[in-house]
């Protein structure tokens, strides 16, 4: 070349275009300055560490390197022959911990604000700060323009190495390896049209850019370091060795690890499934040779592209990835502008705003191996980003993961958070990978206390169905009272004689397990021994309200295939014509009478079903939700935490038998020894519920909200006797709660929630306390006895505390299904993902629900055109449905349609 004292001149690589443009233009930022820290300990020879750095840099054509850009159509990089190398000694041996601390800030900042002129070699310099005389503390600072962090410490081994050669008197003339302007010559001989059509294909369809939540919007890049922060967490040495030895058998590479959790934690903090972000790849050809040991700046950064499929086992996303990384490497030099034009995002609009870097080199060069006379501690530098979020990885012993974020940009809590939403992805990750994606949890802690603590609910169930249950209590105390209304009273005995008789005369009918049996009855102690009947021949009881509407009732008969119909004359007369047989309890009395009353062995098992009850649909049709026995033994066997149930106990029997509620009245009595009071059929007012309270000793009640608020306002004295008051079934008025509470100290009142989906209960909070404000609502509580809740984001992931989500709910209560209607089944009804019981399944509940600190739920809200009227669930949808029926509605909306268009 032409120039005095000059070795080289040639052109930069993009990168180090792009690091020139942004240094002139923000002179002063200190942005581009970067620091290696290190601790020396032993015995230092200073002028031999003095000479190994000029060997180094002797060594190392990119450390003499400056830039030439005035008046030249691109800048140019020039290397000089001979360069001065800044090397200074400071003295802190006699100064107190703290002074001796703040010298070395002083140093630091002092390099770091004066920067380097890019247009003057070398763009470093060296400061050793002698702190006792057997420690030193040794600062490199120089320009990105000259390295990456691989570069950073093959210098350092090469500067340790020529250290303990000069030291033993060796000869340190090694060959210099390939010079970086080889890198810079490969480079500009790559297939452009290759790595366009590879980034279009890639980014196809990517339109919007993967939004942070709670990341401020901020035009002006970021160039100030005072906006950097950092935090940072390390993984436990298990779980590292556990994700080490998973990369190990599957072939995959720790950096993949790294960037599917990344891409998770992307997805779940931006609600999308398909997400981008930046990762800084080594841009070292893995296939030319020599490539190792060059120094310079090869790092590029690069955008990553992951379709977070909810369903997909973890590992068959990690293999998906790692493919396309495979693919991706044969384009590493593509540079980011470029890639940005190509790809479908509005011009202006980031293609990324959080970047991944795994610093390998690390692990790859440790630097303690090059020195025998000394030890190398506490080796750190300060990295920054123009990126608002970036996160560093570091292969240690305990895998250790930094977050550099930008203070202006996401506030410290939400960065702290992300991070441990990306620990605890890593860490369910190492535990098993064969789970869907769905199921990698969040916080680590707050994942363990929210999927395993808050869900300790577990109990043993004993197989048995419900009439078994009940026989359990006949054979226990046959003379004590079984049910009662205002003319009858039964014992167990002989209740359980006339289902014995009803059951016989039902099986001789055909009835046997999973025939479904309409019952069509006003209440009375005939209710429960029709479902007793039912139940013992092995049928399942479809409960028909006589006041539903007739159209009602014969789309339930069709609906649910029910060839049994059990009624009085009078009830049975609502029905409309149908095909089933019909069993008139009145009419029939003689012949089921004669049945003979022995009970009968009829094979049911726990998984059987025990009965159907519909509710509203959302496409106009009402769905019959199918609940099998186990569901109900469970419940009523397992509600301890709310409910005192036995022996001694009065349940009263007063929702509607085609209410779930009536499984929780009647069941809840009858399998546990209590006693079963009908309230009798008729208006509702306070005052009539007042007096069946108090003949027949009810000590427990359930209201549905509406009503609970309706029986305050008109006279709270009646509910004076009831110790345990249940009520629910939509979200509860504060107001009212604390009335109750303050009118009936005797009186545990109990918040019930629980879909009939899952079996009337689900989860419950005997109220001890209300939130300061009434816009807080009163919380729903904890799950039931084998029940677990789950809250999870659109994507199926478990949201952190105290954040909404979707609750569902899995365990003994879930119920089968919705009759005949596997399509509606299988959406509302999925695979478990945190049951380890294969055919586990969660309701999806279409309630929004929060957790509160203490583990107890909050309801917050629907996530679809649910409502409850009056105790009634209505979707918003069927009404819908049922109006555009009527002709003159269906007119009108043609009408409004025309106008539109
Ligand atoms: P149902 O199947 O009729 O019991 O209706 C279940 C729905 O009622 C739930 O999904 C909730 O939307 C609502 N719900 C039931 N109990 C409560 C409660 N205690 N607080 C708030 N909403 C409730
Ligand atoms: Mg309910």
Redesign the pocket.
């Known amino acids: 070349m032409g120039f005095e004292g000059v070795d080289a001149v040639y052109p930069l690589s993009p990168l180090q275009e792009g690091l020139l443009f942004h240094a002139l233009a923000t002179p002063d930022s200190g942005m581009y300055v970067n620091q290696c820290i290190l601790t020396l300990r032993g015995e230092l020879d200073t002028d031999t560490m003095v000479e190994a750095w000029k060997r180094a840099v002797e060594r190392h054509e990119v450390l003499r390197t400056f830039f030439v850009w005035e008046g030249l159509a691109s800048p140019a990089q020039v290397v000089d022959r001979q360069i001065e190398l800044p090397f200074e000694v400071h003295e802190s041996e006699t100064l107190s911990p703290p002074a001796r601390r703040a010298q070395m800030d002083s140093i630091l900042q002092h390099r770091r604000q004066r920067g380097f002129d890019p247009s003057v070699a070398p763009l470093m310099c060296i400061d050793l700060v002698r702190t006792s005389h057997r420690t030193h503390d040794l600062v490199w600072t120089f320009h990105h323009l000259l390295l990456d962090g691989w570069s950073m410490f093959s210098v350092l081994k090469d500067v340790f190495g020529a250290y303990e050669a000069l030291r033993r008197g060796d000869d340190v003339t090694i060959e210099a390896p390939r010079p970086y302007r080889d890198h810079i010559a490969w480079l500009r001989r790559q297939d452009v049209a290759g790595a366009k059509a590879f980034w279009q294909r890639t980014l196809k369809g990517f339109t919007a850019p993967t939004r942070i939540r709670g990341l401020a919007d901020h035009a002006a890049p970021v160039a100030s370091l005072e906006a950097a922060a950092r935090t940072e967490i390390r993984l436990s040495a298990d779980t590292t060795s556990a994700l080490e030895a998973l990369a190990r058998k599957r072939r995959l590479t720790m950096s993949t690890l790294l960037q599917l959790a990344w891409a998770v934690v992307l997805g779940r903090w931006s609600d999308r499934h398909d997400v981008v972000f930046g990762m800084i790849v080594s841009g070292r050809p893995a296939d030319l040779a020599g490539y190792e040991s060059m120094v310079g700046l090869f790092t590029n950064t690069l955008p990553v592209r992951v379709d977070l499929r909810a369903d997909e086992p973890v590992i068959e996303a990690l293999t998906r990835l790692q493919q396309s990384q495979l693919e991706l490497r044969q384009y590493e030099y593509s540079r980011l502008v470029d890639i940005q034009s190509w790809s479908d995002l509005p011009a202006g609009e980031p293609l990324f705003e959080s970047i991944l870097l795994f610093e390998n080199f690390r692990k790859e060069m440790p630097l303690d191996s090059m020195l025998e006379t000394l030890r190398v501690d506490n080796v750190r530098w300060f990295e920054h980003t123009n990126y608002p979020i970036a996160v560093l990885a570091i292969p240690e012993e305990r895998f250790l993961i930094r977050l550099l974020f930008h203070r202006d940009r996401i506030d410290t809590d939400a960065a702290a958070r992300i991070l441990d939403a990306l620990r605890s992805t890593l860490e369910a990750m190492a535990e098993n990978v064969d789970r869907p994606l769905r199921a990698l949890p969040l916080a680590s802690d707050s994942r363990h206390r929210v999927l395993v603590e808050w869900n300790d609910t577990e109990m043993e169930l004993p197989s048995e169905c419900i009439q078994e249950r009940f026989e359990r209590q006949v054979a226990r105390a046959p003379n004590a009272l079984a049910v009662a209304d205002d003319d009858e009273r039964l014992t167990y005995r002989r209740l359980d004689r006339r289902a014995n008789r009803l059951a016989r005369h039902l099986r001789g009918l055909g009835v046997g397990p999973e025939t479904r049996v309409g019952l069509c009855l006003r209440r009375s102690v005939r209710v429960p021994e029709a479902l007793l009947g039912i139940l013992k021949a092995g049928g399942a009881y479809v409960p028909l309200d006589p006041d539903y509407p007739a159209e009602r009732l014969a789309f339930m008969v069709r609906d649910s295939g029910i060839r049994f119909v059990l009624g009085e004359r009078e009830t049975l007369d609502v029905l409309p014509r149908h095909g089933a047989t019909i069993v008139t309890l009145d009419a029939d009395r003689e012949q089921i009478d004669a049945a003979g009353d022995g009970a009968l062995a009829v094979g049911t098992t726990p998984h059987n079903l025990a009965y159907v009850i519909y ?1 509203s649909g959302s496409t106009g049709r009402p769905k019959g ?1 199918g609940v099998e026995h186990r569901s109900v033994v469970s419940l009523v066997l397992g509600a301890d935490g709310y409910a005192r149930l036995g022996p001694g106990r009065t349940l009263l029997h007063f929702a509607p038998i085609s ?3 009536s499984t929780f009245e009647i069941w809840g009595a009858l399998l546990r020894g209590g006693t079963c009071v009908v309230a009798p059929a008729g208006p509702v007012s306070a005052a009539r519920l007042g007096r069946t309270l108090a003949d027949h000793g009810v000590d427990t009640l359930w209201l549905t ?1 509406s009503l609970f608020n309706a029986v305050l306002d008109e006279d709270p004295g009646v509910l004076a006797g009831v110790t345990q008051l249940l ?6 008025s504060p107001a009212h709660v604390r009335r109750a509470l303050e009118a009936l100290p005797a009186t545990r009142l109990v ?7 899952c079996t ?1 209960f689900a ?1 419950t909070y005997p109220i001890e306390r209300l939130p300061a404000r009434d816009a807080d609502g ?1 919380s ?1 509580g904890r799950p039931i006895r084998n029940a677990r809740t789950y809250l999870l984001d659109r994507a199926g992931s478990s949201v952190a505390p105290g954040e909404a989500g979707e ?1 569902q709910i899995g365990g003994a209560g879930v119920a089968r299904g919705y009759l005949g209607r596997p399509g509606l089944t299988a959406e509302r009804f999925v695979p478990d993902p945190f049951s380890s019981r294969p055919g586990g399944r969660l309701y999806r ?3 929004l629900t929060r957790h509160l600190p203490d583990g107890r739920l909050e ?1 917050l809200g ?1 996530v679809d055109h ?1 409502v ?1 009227l009056r ?3 209505i979707e918003l949808g069927e009404i819908e449905a049922r109006l555009i029926e009527h002709p003159r509605v269906r007119r009108a909306v043609v009408r409004l349609r025309e106008d539109r268009e």
């Open positions: 509710t939700v209410f779930d509620a909200s009520t629910g079934g939509e979200a509860l918040n019930g929630y629980g879909p009939t989906e009337t989860v009163v729903i609750l509940t279409g309630d309801f629907r649910q409850k105790g009634f669930r």
